[in-house]
């Protein structure tokens, strides 16, 4: 069964603190990406990856980084968390070979709230 | 440029009545489309998506969409609702073209199944 991980389902961080956030993929997907889910806004493209050491940003990057070292794992760093960086966030990843219309398959997300 | 609007945040239906949730989309090329289901506490998985083979596209769990290009829709139907179907629901599209494309979410509809 294809999987996409998070590290954290919950996580209670306060403001000004660094917050990383892991994804790890096993479909050695070339696609990964980062959403924040919010009511009413839906889901919202941070930053996405198309291969190891690549990035590029989404609709909504300020206040977020990422990493990607390695083909399987999608970091998201918040270097310094804020209050209205409280939300759910969504991993997902994709395969390259799939073309525009290709599948994301998603983790479970982790909810975070900044005190 | 492309867009998607879904049009009511929430739906409510009996158990055993039609499920119906709306759709519209704009793309300035054919577009791919998806819906994608979200189970409370849980992230999003594919539902269907339509890639240009047929119209009336099959998906999992009884639902179906139908691709009206005169229309610019893909809604989501659903003979006879079922309990297990609350979800939140989330149409998406994403170009017609090869390599990566944005894929562009919906705001989401939430589906409440009233016994």
């Known amino acids: 069964d294809v999987k996409v991980t998070q590290s954290s389902r919950y996580l209670v961080k306060r403001t000004g603190e660094k917050v990383f956030l892991e994804c790890v993929q096993d479909?050695?997907?070339?696609?990964m990406f980062w959403y924040r889910q919010d009511p009413g806004l839906g889901l919202r493209l941070i930053y996405f990856?198309?291969?190891?050491?690549?990035?590029e940003k989404g609709d909504i990057p300020e206040g977020y980084s990422v990493s990607r070292e390695k083909k399987e794992r999608f970091s998201l760093i918040l270097e310094s968390a804020s209050t209205n960086q409280t939300s759910m966030y969504l991993c997902?990843?994709?395969?390259?070979?799939?073309?525009?219309?290709?599948?994301?398959?998603f983790g479970p997300g982790t909810r975070l709230t900044v005190l | 440029a492309q867009s998607v609007t879904q049009l009511g945040s929430h739906v409510s239906v009996s158990e055993g009545a039609l499920v119906l949730l709306r759709c519209n989309y704009s793309?300035?090329?054919?577009?791919?489309l998806f819906w994608y289901v979200q189970y409370p506490n849980q992230g999003l998985q594919l539902l269907l998506k339509y890639t240009s083979a047929a119209t009336l596209v099959k998906g999992i769990n009884g639902f179906e969409a139908e691709f009206k290009k005169s229309e610019t829709s893909f809604h989501l139907t659903k003979p006879s609702a079922h309990m297990s179907d609350a979800a939140e629901y989330f149409c998406?599209?994403?170009?017609?073209?090869?390599?990566?494309?944005?894929?562009?979410f919906g705001i989401g509809t939430k589906l409440q199944v009233i016994p």
């Open positions: 479909m050695d997907h070339e696609n």
């Open positions: 998406a599209v994403s170009p017609y073209s090869g390599g990566y494309q944005k894929v562009t």
């Open positions: 793309s300035s090329v054919p577009p791919y």
């Open positions: 990856s198309y291969d190891v050491k690549m990035k």
């Open positions: 997902a990843s994709s395969s390259r070979l799939a073309r525009g219309g290709g599948v994301q398959f």
